[in-house]
């Protein structure tokens, strides 16, 4: 006896299908230069597929990358130069660019410095046991907070009165700590044309054979 | 409810060049019936991520068919990958959750809400066009066909028998071939041989 009969669902509501669908597919907005630049240099260093979780610093980067799509999608269905792929939390997004990998894609993952805390076994289990030569696009929340209040986020100061300070972020102060404990190495980008920064940043992954984190303390818009 | 053998056995007989994922207490049982270069053992990783690895699997080969056998207590660490894979609409993708209501390589104990859960109905909730869902092998073997011919992202649910197994471990001693090595050496073997298909 089964619980629930076979049945396929072909429609979960009426007129409306929403698996499958690019959430951006159509986004309004302008692409930035900047962030144009960047999606470019991703689409040269042979990225694949782009799993994220998305932030304000990285929400330009993510509209040139839908506008891409949306320009090609007639064209190129499914062959899409870099495919986006929205996960629910870091880890999952790691774990998932880690399956991306094995079958022989190359992505990268697009996150915030929080999410990169939630994601410790998701990175120690999958991209990091395996030797994934995975670059961790990470966006800086809480750096430009903490220079504006004259706080150097990266000198290694944790303590009690950074944590609960209301005018400081403490996920800034606590991105690099968590890297090193976690052992992976990390390189700043500060200017978004700095290409430089990241081809670095893979090249360092591919020699490594390990994820290497790419710091974006820096502005798309 | 069914037993690993009555669950693993149609499975080896249909599998020809499909991917197949394994975790937890699954994972010896599938490597004693099956060696085969597109077997995949999330061992020695990160509990939980087993369908997200899955996932990527099928969306980097979208034209060969990935099979993912997931424990419950892994479904339950990582609920939102449910909602990940039917937003992804990843096609190829068969995704097993085995429903035996407890943790099995750590004593049995229970997971949370045990009993109580309706994977299958969060799955249908979550997206998953194509739901299936058995506790006892009566029609499972006769549905697997079509099952694994289904265009996804599929989700069957199936209540097991608790088993007995222990922690499962990559080295020589153990009998399965692909936990013999390293997750390292697993993934660059595994990208190899479904790169060079």
């Known amino acids: 006896m089964r619980l629930h009969p076979t049945q396929p669902l072909a429609v979960r509501r009426p007129g409306k299908s929403f698996a499958g669908m690019n959430p951006m597919a159509d986004p309004p907005g302008e692409v930035t230069l900047a962030s144009s630049r960047f999606v470019t240099l991703l689409s040269e260093l042979g990225v694949t597929h782009v799993v994220t ?3 304000n610093t990285s929400a330009p980067i993510l509209l040139a ?39 022989g894609a190359h992505p990268v993952v697009l ?39 004259g706080v150097d986020p990266t000198d290694g100061t944790i303590g009690r009165d950074i944590l609960v300070r209301s005018d400081l972020d403490s996920v800034a102060h606590m991105t690099e700590a968590t890297l090193r404990a976690w052992g992976i190495p990390f ?3 500060g200017d978004p044309s700095d290409s430089g920064c990241l081809t670095n940043a893979f090249k360092l992954a591919q020699e490594e054979k390990r994820p290497v984190a790419l710091l974006l303390d820096t502005s798309f818009e | 409810m069914l037993t690993k053998d009555q669950l693993l ?12 994922v394994t975790c937890m207490g699954v994972t010896r049982p599938w490597g004693r019936m099956s060696d085969h270069d597109l077997n995949f053992a999330s061992a020695d990783s990160a509990m939980g991520h087993t369908a997200d690895l899955a996932l990527g699997i099928a969306l980097a080969q979208p034209s060969r068919k990935v099979i993912c056998l ?10 939102g990958a449910l909602a990940t894979i039917a937003g992804a609409g990843a096609r190829n993708l068969v995704l097993f959750v085995l429903e035996n ?37 009566v029609g499972y073997e006769a549905a697997l066909p079509e099952i694994l011919k289904a265009q996804g992202p599929v989700f069957v649910g199936v209540g097991m028998e608790p088993g007995s197994e222990g922690p499962v471990s990559r080295s020589s001693r153990e009998e399965a071939r692909y936990l013999q090595n390293s997750l390292a050496a697993s993934a660059v073997e595994f990208r190899e041989a479904i790169t060079s298909r």
């Open chain 1, 53 to 55: 979780i998305p932030d």
């Open chain 1, 65 to 103: 990358l839908a506008k891409v799509s949306s320009r090609t999608e007639e064209a190129q269905g499914e062959d899409d130069p870099i495919r986006v792929v929205y996960a629910t939390r870091e880890g999952e997004a790691i774990a998932l660019a880690s399956g991306l990998w094995l079958g």
């Open chain 1, 111 to 149: 996150i915030q410095n929080t999410g990169l805390l939630e994601a410790g076994d998701g990175l120690r289990g999958t991209a990091s046991r395996m030797g994934v030569p995975l670059v961790l696009l990470t966006t800086c929340r809480g750096y430009p907070k903490a220079r504006a209040m």
């Open chain 1, 187 to 189: 390189m700043y980008m």
């Open chain 2, 9 to 20: 056995r149609p499975l080896t007989d249909l599998r020809t060049d499909e991917v197949v």
């Open chain 2, 70 to 79: 997931n424990g419950d207590g892994s479904m339950l660490m990582s609920l």
């Open chain 2, 101 to 137: 209501g407890v943790y099995e390589i750590t004593g049995n104990q229970p997971i949370p809400g045990a009993g109580g859960l309706d994977f299958p109905g969060m799955a249908r909730a979550a997206g998953f066009p194509m739901v299936y869902s058995f506790n006892r092998d």
